[in-house]
């Protein structure tokens, strides 16, 4: 059993920053690809980027490429989502999200294993 505890959201006005972390417990972190999603109060929960389980292969969803980056140490057990250029329609719940092995990224909500409780990031104009 992993558990997934995201930290790091927070208020940031329009054009500003915030760098989300996700440490993982309780499982062998590299056996797992991780991933960021969020949600908006009335919205699906959609897929932010991911990141395979060495680091090699790395996917965004066009609305945040240049925007957004995701990293990952394996030495520490946790997942970074850099965020830059904020604006008023990043706003959400981060979740971060683990996928037992499997090669490559996956992008849908169901075929996670593990999630976080999410982490309020708010951007203001």
């Known amino acids: 059993q992993v558990q997934l505890v995201e930290s790091g959201g927070g208020l940031v006005q329009a054009g500003g920053s915030l760098r989300l972390s996700c440490a993982a417990s309780?499982?062998?972190?590299?056996?797992?690809?991780m991933s960021w999603f969020r949600q908006a109060p009335g919205k699906e929960r959609e897929f932010v980027c991911a990141?395979?389980?060495?680091?090699?292969?790395?996917y965004y969803a066009d609305f945040v490429k240049g925007r957004f980056t995701i990293s990952r140490d394996n030495t520490k057990n946790t997942v970074y989502l850099q965020m830059n250029s904020l604006k008023p329609e990043d706003t959400a719940v981060y979740y971060c999200?683990?996928?037992?092995?499997?090669?490559?990224?996956?992008?849908?909500?169901?075929?996670?294993?593990?999630w976080g409780q999410g982490t309020q990031v708010t951007v203001s104009s």
């Open positions: 990141i395979s389980r060495g680091g090699g292969t790395i």
């Open positions: 999200a683990a996928k037992q092995g499997g090669s490559g990224v996956q992008t849908r909500v169901t075929v996670y294993d593990y």
């Open positions: 309780g499982g062998t972190f590299s056996s797992y690809a």
